[in-house]
């Protein structure tokens, strides 16, 4: 059965700052792609914000290179309930899964195929950015 609770809101900008920081992107990064009107500090602000405008919302989520939605859905109040309702600790400090899942091999290399993806755009990613940063210096 799912629970969901009707009162409590997503902070899109707590969210912002969570998958900001899965990437490893500093806000100075993200207030120099985000252009010239943006600093760190405004950056900081933006994650203090429960909610975001919808434009500003687009333009960060292009430059994580993440769905928008990812931003506006994403609960981590959520996660942790889920997690802490289907995982028990028992004495000896081990989780024990009394049904496991078995899933084929095609599945598995699959999602590892996917994992390594991933990785490797998340790598190029902070490569460009680094060349991106290292512009912003030589400008300055």
């Known amino acids: ?3 969901t609770n009707s009162n409590q809101k997503i902070h899109q900008g707590r969210n912002i700052k969570r998958f900001r920081e899965m990437l490893g992107i500093k806000q100075e990064v993200l207030a120099y792609e985000l252009g010239d009107d943006w600093n760190q500090k ?8 429960e909610a975001i405008e919808t434009k500003i ?4 989520a292009q430059i994580l290179k ?4 990812a931003i506006e859905n994403f609960d981590e109040e959520q ?21 496991p899942v078995f ?5 598995i290399l699959k999602l590892h195929d996917e994992k390594i ?9 902070k490569e ?7 512009k912003m210096f030589d400008k300055k």
């Not at 405004?42 to 914000?49: A, C, F, H, M, V």
């Not at 919302?57 to 960060?60: A, W």
């Open 1 to 3: 059965m799912a629970h």
């Open 42 to 49: 405004k950056i900081s602000l933006l994650e203090q914000k």
């Open 57 to 60: 919302l687009r333009q960060v």
């Open 66 to 69: 993440i769905p928008v939605e």
């Open 79 to 99: 996660v942790i309930n889920i997690i802490g309702n289907t995982i028990t600790n028992n004495d000896n400090g081990s989780v024990v899964n009394t049904y």
């Open 103 to 107: 899933h084929p091999v095609e599945t």
């Open 117 to 125: 993806a991933l990785y490797e755009r998340m790598l190029k990613e």
């Open 128 to 134: 460009d950015m680094m060349l991106r940063l290292e």
